[in-house]
């Protein structure tokens, strides 16, 4: 018998044994309660009955909004091409063969890894930074310095006008090495040698470069670091092409800065600034700005200096200018701005924390904040908005359901079409999953309630003890 199977097996007895009686009740003795756990856990692990995953769907939209792209598989051949769907029609486009590894190697380099004219990309490899021509898959090196452990290039995003390309370069040959064990075998474990920076020992060492797609000279960019070191957040261009927005955060992540370098003349100054005595979260994490609107003049960013995750609007001098979200309210994540609109989306759930659904706020920070998903909706929702914010494909899912994707109009979310449904699995499941989930609080004192939730049998008996 497989170990997975083992285990699960001895799980599954340390959860029944202790409590089950034999022919109590009516109740099933312990060697028949394992007797059926051996059958599931052979169909889970040998038979592959539930090997099945939720499939999902991943849709591009086109630059117009009036269509998106998907990778299908060719019915004649054994490849894949890229299809074009019109969303008002539905009509179904073949544009050409898919190539091989191309969804995959699109989600591995990020969404800022094709250039914005549509001839570049970029590739990592082994430390090091390329740019591969999409037309002829030639590259060119943009870095050469990367050693294994030691040095390596990344987070790169090209210049508006696709003549730039920004990365970091992080350094953690300062970093002493520390010895673990690697569980590749339980019985003869690896010893392997990783870098870890301990309090108050050196810490890895990132700087800004700025490179052109022929791998020119490298622009570093002087920005200050104090003699304890610090840590680079978000890196983007600033509405611009030749203006960059870096995040700088303190080592104790108390304190946050947000900096403009002029990739010309190497100036860098500070348009905002933040600290906390206990904690400050990056951009990076949540997608929290900067975001530029109003001709670039002016930007949104999310902070919660008032114990709250909140949307504040600043001008380009890094004065403050008003505030766009709702007290007692955290932004989950950040979705879209769309000025033509005047609109500001993001994600939250106000009521529930287990939850999460699509908001909007008027970006002048007048009128009421509106919940764009449906509230008879309940569970968690993701959104790909359309470039001209008319569609959207809305993916929903429960904790008992798998996910549905449809392509829906905004803002009025109707449906026009169901893009997934993952009926097979649903019917799979359906006769496993008699009851559902149920989510409570649990209040553990000193005014902290905490959510939870709970799995019952499916013959579960309340009378029975």
Known sequence: MEMNMVVALLMFFCIVGGVAAPDVHGQDSTEQL???????????????????????????????????????????????????????????????????????????????????????????????????????????????????????????????????????????????FRASLEPSDPTYPEVKQNRYARVGETINKTRVGVVDPEGKAIRWLAIPQPTEGCYMGGLSWAGNSHELFVEKLSRGRDKREYLIADIGTGAIRCIFEESDPAWVAGAYETDAGPVWIRDNSAFVVMSDRDGWRRAYVYGRDGKEEGVLTPGGVDILEFVLADEGGDWYYYYASPDNGTQRYLYRSRLDGS???????????????????????????????????????????????????????????????????????????????????????????????????
């Open 367 to 465: 009128g009421a904040t509106e919940q764009v998903t449906p509230a008879d909706q309940p569970g968690t929702h993701y959104y790909n908005i359309s470039p001209n914010v008319k569609w959207a494909l809305h993916t929903r899912s429960t904790f008992d359901t798998p996910p549905v994707t449809e392509l829906v109009r905004l803002p009025d979310h109707g449906v026009v079409r169901v893009l997934e449904d993952n009926q097979a699995l649903r019917d799979q499941m359906a006769p496993w999953i008699v009851r559902p989930t149920e989510f409570l609080q649990l209040d553990i004192g000193g005014g902290v309630v905490m959510d939870a939730y709970m799995i019952k049998p499916r013959d579960f008996d309340p009378s029975r003890k």
């Open 34 to 176: 394992l007797q059926k756990a051996e059958v599931h856990m052979r169909a889970i692990y040998e038979t592959g009955e539930f090997a099945g995953e939720a499939r999902s769907f991943r849709g591009t939209w086109l630059p117009d909004g009036l269509g998106y792209t998907v990778i299908e598989p060719d019915p004649g051949s054994d490849g894949r091409v890229r299809v074009r769907y019109d969303v008002a029609t539905g009509k179904r486009t073949v544009v050409g063969e898919a190539r091989r590894g191309e969804e995959a190697r699109r989600r591995r380099s990020g969404r800022n890894n094709t250039s914005p004219d549509g001839r570049l990309a970029i590739s990592f490899e082994e430390g090091n930074l390329h740019v591969r021509a999409l037309d002829s898959d030639q590259t060119t090196p943009l870095t050469q310095n990367a050693i294994t452990g030691s040095i390596s290039n990344g987070r790169a995003v090209w210049s508006p006008d696709s003549k730039w390309i920004a990365f970091m370069e992080t350094d953690r040959s300062g970093v002493p």
